[in-house]
T-cell receptor, first 113, second 110 residues
Framework: DARVTQTPRHKVTEMGQEVTMRCQPI?????VFWYRQTMMQGLELLAY????????DSGMPKDRFSAEMPDATLATLKIQPSEPRDSAVYFC???????????FGDGTRLSIL | SQQGEEDPQALSIQEGENATMNCSYK?????LQWYRQNSGRGLVHLIL?????REKHSGRLRVTLDTSKKSSSLLITASRAADTASYFC??????????FGQGTRLTINP
């Protein structure tokens, strides 16, 4: 079965460091989403792309977060500088087209000390 | 803010019993989806029900949708230990964006 692949699965780093999370969507899926999951806020949409173009990043703190899709097989989410409140699980999901279910990766568990 | 609100937040039942989870939402939708999340894993899609549908089945899953009450329910029949997970409803308001509820944590006791 085709899967969304996220790396790294776990990341522990000190505050102030740059963090880069990567996602390989399922081949042929044209829309890619980034979510953040915490106990307090639940699952929040940070940003999403269609055909590699950013459609909505209103859920993302602009001063420190950036999301890109350099090509159709790679999406990245960067945090610079990182803060302890960024500790969460970050998920990537992709979807083949309108009205279809989303396919999630297993997430990157990020801890900022 | 969360679109979907789920009820109950946690549910613990015996294996073999049925489990029912409810979801309420606030605005009009194109479809409503249910996902399962096992501990430490990503969400897995279970079932999608469109706004013009009232009921849908998939194996031991039954989903209903009442757009007049802006609510949906997920029924899992003959529960198994492997059904232990968190279950989320998500509403599609267009542009493929989903808004997720806070989830119901289901525990099936052997």
């Amino acid at each position: 079965d085709a899967r969304v692949t996220q790396t790294p699965r776990h990341k522990v780093t000190e505050m102030g460091q740059e963090v880069t999370m990567r996602c390989q969507p399922i081949l042929g899926h044209n829309t890619v989403f980034w979510y953040r999951q915490t106990m307090m806020q639940g699952l929040e949409l940070l940003a999403y792309f269609r055909n590699r173009a950013p459609l909505d990043d209103s859920g993302m703190p602009k001063d420190r977060f950036s999301a890109e899709m350099p090509d159709a097989t790679l999406a990245t989410l960067k945090i610079q500088p990182s803060e302890p409140r960024d500790s969460a699980v970050y998920f990537c999901a992709s979807v083949p087209g309108g009205g279809q279910p989303q396919h999630f990766g297993d997430g990157t568990r990020l801890s900022i000390l | 803010s969360q679109q979907g609100e789920e009820d109950p937040q946690a549910l613990s039942i015996q294996e073999g019993e049925n489990a029912t989870m409810n979801c309420s939402y606030k605005t009009s939708i194109n479809n409503l989806q249910w996902y399962r999340q096992n501990s430490g894993r990503g969400l897995v899609h279970l079932i999608l029900i469109r706004s013009n549908e009232r009921e849908k089945h998939s194996g031991r899953l039954r989903v209903t949708l009442d757009t007049s009450k802006k609510s949906s329910s997920l029924l899992i029949t003959a529960s198994r230990a492997a059904d232990t997970a968190s279950y989320f409803c998500a509403t599609d308001q267009g542009a493929q964006k989903l808004v997720f509820g806070q989830g119901t944590r289901l525990t099936i006791n052997p």
